[in-house]
Structure formats: C-alpha cells, structure tokens
C-alpha cells in the first residue's frame, strides 16, 4: 500500500462501528489494517442495512482497504496463530486494537510477554468495563431530552451514531499517538478508550454541564432551532426544505441581500433593541426573522430560493434524502472522494475515500471491504512465514479458512 501511513500494520479484532471504523481511518492513510474474525463471521457480517440477498452493506462499508484474516477463535491453535500475528516483529507493526474484552489469551499483559513494546488500544464501553453502545451512552448525556419537537414529551434518539464516529478518530489518533511515544522512547503501551467517556468529553467541551451547573436550568427543547443564534429549516412552495442559518456578519448582510431583508432587518432591530450582528441579537429576535423569511421561501421554489441565497454567498443547504444525494453531482458523483466501487457480493456504487487531503502525499482511492478470509494464506505465509504445506494443514483442520 502506498499512503501517509505505509509501512504501518495494524492487527484489528473488531465488531459494530468505532472499532472498525477507526481501523478503516488508517487503512485509507496507507496502513496494513488485518482485521481477523472467526471462520464462521464476526459478529457484525449480517448488520443492517443488507441487500436483498442478506449481503450486509453496512460490514462492507466500515471494512474498506483492508485484509482479512480467518480463524477458529476458540481454537488454542488459531489463539497462538492470532498471538503471533499480533506481537510479529518489525518496526511499524506490534498495533493491536480491538473492542472484544482484553481478557485471558488477549489480555495486554499476555501478549506483551511475546513483544515488549506492543501498542494495545481496548475501546471498551465504559470505565468500569459496563457494556454500552452509542445508544445507551447517548441516553445518558442528556442529548436526547433536548432533541426532537419542542412539544414532545420524552427522549428523541439519534439517527447517527455520533459517540461511535467520535470514539472511532480518536481511537486512531491513540494509535498515532502512541506510535509516536514508541518511536521516541522504544516503549509500547495499553490504550483504554471508554465509548462512555468519548460522549462525556464531548458534552462537557460542547457546554452543556457547564450550563447546567453554573446556570442551575434544564435547557429545553427548541425543535429545529439552532440554540445561541439562528437557523431553521424553511419549506419552499414547491414542498421542498432549506436550512437556513446565520452565524456571522457577513451571513446577516448576504441573507438580507438573498431575499431583499434589508429594511426588514434594520425594522427587527430598532423594534427589538438588538444588534442582528450578534448571536444574542439573532437569538433574541428569531421569532421576528422567522417571520420575514418564512414567507419569502414559501413564496419560491426550492430551485430559485437555492440560486438567490447561493448567488448573495448566503449560509444554507437543501434537505435531501440518503437517494436524493447519492444522485447529487456536486457533492457525490463529481466530489473527487468518492469512486464507483465494485463491492464483490454487493454490487456498484459511490464509495468515499478518507476526506483528508495531504499537500505531499496524493489520496488514495477507496479499495473494496475484504471477504471473509480473502487474505488467510498470505497473510500465514507472507508474515508468519508458514509453508504452503503447513497453511493447507491448517486448513484442512478447519483452523483457518479462506473466502467461501
């Protein structure tokens, strides 16, 4: 592999999405990512969404450019070939991550005993080893007590697992990181990362503990309004919707522009006593905005509200649905991340490449997700240096497996 990150190998025992998804972060860098699962399937092959012949999208999706180890797990003889694979010798290699339980033959302490300098990173649910998802944890933060219509009684729940996604890039800038640390000092290191933690964090730097305790209040439900400032969505007259928002001075004059709000604006904010240049000033009077946008967007059609507030450089985007963008041209079908894959077993279709753009290493194109197995004997003979007639031994055991 070529890419920022070659020369890497990272050893990966995964299941659902921040694991994976933090191993395929660095796959598309340029690492070696080997993800091994048992010959029979990790516990996520079959995860929805799927095709109509059961082929899981969503495995597919989170595996991309990597290779693809099978073993019997719960054989001594597939632990000590996983064992090897893990703690194998070279300069980039010695990077294990993983969400199973760190225990027994995965244990740190066991696996170090075989390579010093092991870099280990257990995403784990939460501190204390309670299992979690990004469902549970999200209901905990206090996230969805203040999602959904402000007359809604109860929790709303995230579509997006936004904790997983968060969880997985940090757990890949902890490999890096921790890399780095070896690289400088020869000394490796277990990594735990709690899923719990990732959105604790996350609440406490975004605000919302602080206000609740300095404050003393529940912040309450504002539907689609963006708290501290303004945005909303809008419905066009040909039934369409736009999110409109502003967020500097430069939004406030090219929304004003967009829809001919000038005089409007300036009449808010002599009524309201507010300075529509700030954020309390937009906050405080979104009412009275709302008011003068809403019906200028509900008089135009999605296209012609789109080309004014496009043309005045205005703050806003259009609703669409997840088929609605996989046709956009600007944003999928010419957005140079993406290439129309051939994902064996699934079919054609756009597949993004990592978004980061480096000024002195070019991107790299998305590779498909492995098969089951696909890569069994070579990685056994390429990095464990196993001979042919050894591999078939293993094979004909039921040890290891290749693709079905």
């Given at each position: 592999m070529t890419g920022i990150l070659a020369g890497l190998r990272i050893v990966e025992g995964s299941a659902f999405i921040a694991a994976p998804l933090g191993g395929m972060t660095l796959a598309q860098l340029g690492a070696d990512v080997i993800r091994f699962d048992d010959i029979?399937?990790?516990?996520?092959?079959?995860?929805?969404?799927?095709?109509?012949?059961?082929?899981?999208?969503?495995?597919?999706?989170?595996?991309?450019?990597?290779?693809?180890?099978?073993?019997?797990l719960r054989s001594p003889e597939g632990r000590e070939l996983l064992t090897a694979l893990i703690t194998a010798p070279g300069e980039g290699a010695g990077i294990f991550t993983t969400n199973m339980p760190a225990r027994g033959w995965l244990a740190y302490e066991e696996l170090a005993k075989r390579r010093?300098?092991?870099?280990?990173?257990?995403?784990v649910g939460a501190?204390?080893?309670?299992?979690?998802?990004?469902?549970?944890?999200?209901?905990?933060?206090?996230?969805?007590?203040v999602t959904g219509p402000v007359a809604h009684?109860?929790?709303v729940n995230a579509v997006a697992p936004p904790w997983d996604l968060a969880t997985a890039y940090a757990g890949a800038m902890a490999i890096l990181a921790a890399e780095r640390h070896r690289r400088m000092t020869g000394a490796g290191q277990r990594i735990v990362l709690p899923l719990q933690d990732m959105?604790?964090?996350?609440?406490?730097?975004?605000?919302?503990?602080?206000?609740?305790?300095?404050?003393?209040?529940?912040?309450?439900?504002?539907?689609?309004?963006?708290?501290?400032?303004?945005?909303?969505?809008?419905?066009?007259?040909?039934?369409?919707?736009?999110?409109?928002?502003?967020?500097?001075?430069?939004?406030?004059?090219?929304l004003a522009k967009a829809g001919g709000f000038t005089d409007a604006f300036a009449?808010?904010?002599?009524?309201?006593?507010?300075?529509?240049?700030?954020?309390?000033?937009?906050?405080?009077?979104?009412?009275?905005?709302?008011?003068?946008i809403e019906p200028w967007v509900a008089a135009h059609t999605a296209a012609e509200v789109g080309a004014a507030l496009k043309t005045a450089g205005a703050l806003w985007a259009p609703y669409q649905t997840f088929r609605e963008l996989a046709a956009d041209r600007?944003?999928?079908?010419?957005?140079?991340?993406?290439?129309?894959?051939?994902?064996?077993?699934?079919?054609?279709?756009?597949?993004?490449?990592?978004?980061?753009?480096?000024?002195?290493?070019?991107?790299?194109?998305?590779?498909?997700?492995?098969?089951?197995?696909?890569?069994t004997d070579e990685i056994l003979s390429g990095i464990l240096g196993l001979p042919?007639?050894?591999?078939?031994?293993?094979?004909?055991?039921?040890?290891?497996?290749?693709?079905?």
């Amino acid at each position: 592999m070529t890419g920022i990150l070659a020369g890497l190998r990272i050893v990966e025992g995964s299941a659902f999405i921040a694991a994976p998804l933090g191993g395929m972060t660095l796959a598309q860098l340029g690492a070696d990512v080997i993800r091994f699962d048992d010959i029979a399937g990790g516990l996520d092959s079959d995860r929805w969404p799927i095709t109509q012949d059961g082929r899981s999208i969503y495995w597919a999706g989170l595996n991309k450019g990597k290779r693809s180890i099978a073993v019997a797990l719960r054989s001594p003889e597939g632990r000590e070939l996983l064992t090897a694979l893990i703690t194998a010798p070279g300069e980039g290699a010695g990077i294990f991550t993983t969400n199973m339980p760190a225990r027994g033959w995965l244990a740190y302490e066991e696996l170090a005993k075989r390579r010093a300098d092991l870099i280990a990173l257990n995403i784990v649910g939460a501190r204390d080893g309670t299992a979690h998802v990004d469902y549970t944890v999200n209901a905990i933060t206090g996230f969805p007590m203040v999602t959904g219509p402000v007359a809604h009684e109860g929790p709303v729940n995230a579509v997006a697992p936004p904790w997983d996604l968060a969880t997985a890039y940090a757990g890949a800038m902890a490999i890096l990181a921790a890399e780095r640390h070896r690289r400088m000092t020869g000394a490796g290191q277990r990594i735990v990362l709690p899923l719990q933690d990732m959105a604790l964090a996350a609440t406490s730097a975004l605000g919302y503990l602080g206000e609740a305790v300095i404050n003393q209040v529940d912040r309450p439900r504002f539907g689609n309004e963006i708290f501290g400032t303004f945005g909303r969505d809008f419905r066009t007259r040909d039934g369409r919707f736009v999110m409109i928002c502003i967020f500097s001075d430069r939004h406030v004059d090219a929304l004003a522009k967009a829809g001919g709000f000038t005089d409007a604006f300036a009449r808010i904010e002599k009524e309201k006593g507010v300075d529509l240049k700030t954020d309390a000033g937009r906050w405080l009077a979104r009412a009275e905005l709302c008011s003068v946008i809403e019906p200028w967007v509900a008089a135009h059609t999605a296209a012609e509200v789109g080309a004014a507030l496009k043309t005045a450089g205005a703050l806003w985007a259009p609703y669409q649905t997840f088929r609605e963008l996989a046709a956009d041209r600007d944003h999928v079908r010419d957005n140079p991340m993406f290439t129309v894959l051939d994902q064996p077993g699934i079919g054609r279709y756009p597949v993004a490449a990592s978004p980061l753009q480096f000024g002195a290493v070019p991107r790299q194109s998305p590779q498909p997700a492995p098969l089951l197995g696909q890569h069994t004997d070579e990685i056994l003979s390429g990095i464990l240096g196993l001979p042919d007639h050894e591999i078939a031994r293993l094979h004909d055991r039921e040890i290891v497996a290749g693709p079905a």
